[in-house]
């Protein structure tokens, strides 16, 4: 059996838009019915919600029903075990959080490298070799995998070129609350300063040739973002979508009471 390949990666190497979407609800259906809504990747958080780690395989699986969609999984932590732990489950691409210097960046590098180049521990039955079946995997592993590191404060920035320069590091995407609250903004994404920040940030990755990815569920935003030079943008959450939506339909009826 073949090496699953990875379109996001080659996506992102060939300098192809890639337009995503947030998943925080937990469980399968959810991720499933996201795949099918025309999006290019799905990110299940494990950081900022309440999904667990042994959710993380059967949303990999809901998401795997549609060949042209890319899963990518998001750690709590950067930790070798965690990411071990998605890497056997399958996932082919992990945006690692709260990523301040290279040598962190490093650090998640070495944790998705089996050794001699990496940490990552071999397990011989398990989803990500199709349960052996995938003939030398672990040869060929780290040629499938993408690893996306997130900078989201304003030390991580003035170490940006740095950050994007580590071997191994395929893209870097930038998290505009935790910058915001960094920069004395807390709850302001929006603000001119932040925004000021984000697009300089930007141009910045452009200049290195590393990938750009942000997260905004401003539209406008995001197309701004684009223009700039971000190759993987994230354009909603699901969870806010369901609010928004519910908040919509509860108005639309209130004359009904």
């Not at 079946?133 to 740095?162: F, G, N, P, W």
């Not at 609350?177 to 932040?194: I, P």
């Not at 994230?234 to 919509?248: H, P, Q, R, T, Y």
Request: net charge negative; hydrophobic share 45%.
């Amino acid at each position: 059996m073949d090496m699953p390949r990875n379109r996001f990666k080659a996506a992102l190497r060939e300098g192809r838009q890639q337009i995503g979407i947030w998943n925080t609800l937990g469980g399968n259906t959810v991720p499933e019915l996201l795949a099918g809504c025309g999006f290019d990747w799905v990110l299940v958080d494990t950081e900022h919600s309440p999904v667990e780690a042994c959710q993380v395989m059967p949303a990999l699986q809901a998401i795997s029903g549609y060949p042209d969609v890319s899963a990518v999984v998001r750690p709590d932590i950067n930790d070798v075990a965690l990411i071990k732990r998605y890497l056997d489950m399958g996932a082919q691409t992990l945006l690692i959080p709260y990523v301040q210097t290279p040598e962190e960046a490093e650090a998640a590098v070495r944790a998705v490298r089996y050794p001699p180049r990496g940490v990552r521990g071999v397990g011989g039955l398990v989803r990500a070799s199709r349960f052996g079946k995938v003939a030398d995997y672990v040869e060929h592993a780290e040629e499938e995998l993408c690893l996306l590191v997130q900078v989201e404060t304003q030390e991580a920035l003035s170490r940006l070129e740095e950050i994007a320069g580590v071997d191994g590091v395929d893209g870097v995407f930038i998290g505009p609350a935790d910058l915001a609250a960094s920069m004395g903004h807390r709850g302001q994404a929006a603000h001119l300063e932040v925004v000021a920040a984000i697009e300089d940030a930007i141009g910045r990755l452009k200049k290195t040739g590393v990938p750009a990815g942000i997260l905004t569920v401003d539209p406008a935003f995001a197309r701004r973002c684009v223009e700039l030079g971000t190759t993987f943008t994230a354009v909603g959450i699901d969870m806010a979508l369901m609010l928004d939506g519910l908040a919509k339909l509860s108005n639309s009826v209130s004359d009904l009471r």
